[in-house]
C-alpha cells in the first residue's frame, strides 16, 4: 500500500512572511488527514520559517531545488547538507522549468539526487514530455531516457526515499491537464520501467502527477491505480485550495466519492 504524497510547489513565490501565513492558514485545514504525506516546497529563502511553522506537524519541508556538488566554490547553490540541517525531508529535482530554463540534463539530476541521499534526504525526481514530443508520439521514449538518465546514480536502497514525479510539460501552469486515463497509461508505463531498473521493491515508489492539478481535479486523477499523489504549483499557493487537494488526495476511491 503506497502512501499517497501530496506536494505543494511554490515556484518563485512567498516571501517569509506570506509562507507563514500560508503555514498557520493550512494546518488546521489537514488536520486529521493522515493517510497522505503532505509536503511543502518553498523557495530557499522561506524554508526556515515554514521550518517553523509546520513544527510538530506531520507536514514535510522540501527545498525546489540542490547543488549536485557537496561544499566549496559554487557562488550561488545550496547544498543536500544545508537542506537538511534546515530540516528538508526532501527535495524536488529535475524539474521540468529547471531542464528548460536553466539546461539541466538527466546527468546532472542524477547527480542531485544522490547528493540529497546522501544527506538522508529523499528526492522528488521529474519526468515528462513535451508537447511536440507527445504529438510525434514519443512520450514513452522521452520517459524512458530521462528515467535512465536521472535515476542513474541511485541503487535499491535509495527506494524508499524515492518519489518519481510525471508531469507533462504541455500540463504544468496551462490549465490543461492529462486526462486520468493518460495519466494511469504514462503511470503503469513508469512503474514498469521502475520495477526493470530496482526490481520487485519499486512497487513502493510512489508516482506522483503533475501540471494543472486543482481541487476539481484530483480526485479523479488519484483515483487512478498508478496515481499516488500530486505535486502542484498554482493550486498550492493558496492554504484553502491546497488544503481541499490534501483532503480530495486523501479520500479512499474504493470507497466513491
Ligand atoms: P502547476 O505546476 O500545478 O501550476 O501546473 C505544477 C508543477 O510545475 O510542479
Redesign the pocket.
Known sequence: MRRPILAA?W?MNKTCGEASAFASALLPRIAGEDGVEVVIAPPFTALAAVAEAIAGSAVALAAQNVSAEPSGAFTGEISAAMLADLGCRWAIVG???RRRLYGEDDALVARKARALRSQGLGAIV?VGETLDQREAGRTLAVLNEQLEGSLQELSGEDVPHLVV?Y?PVW????GRTADPETAQEVHAHIREKLASRFGADSGSIRIQY????TPENVYALMAQPDVDGA??????LDPESFGRIVCFGSEDPSQGS
Open positions: 510547489n515556484k524539474h521540468s522549468e521529474c514525479a508531469e500540463a504544468i501552469g496551462t503533475g501540471g494543472s492539478v505535486l502542484v504549483g498554482g493550486a498550492s
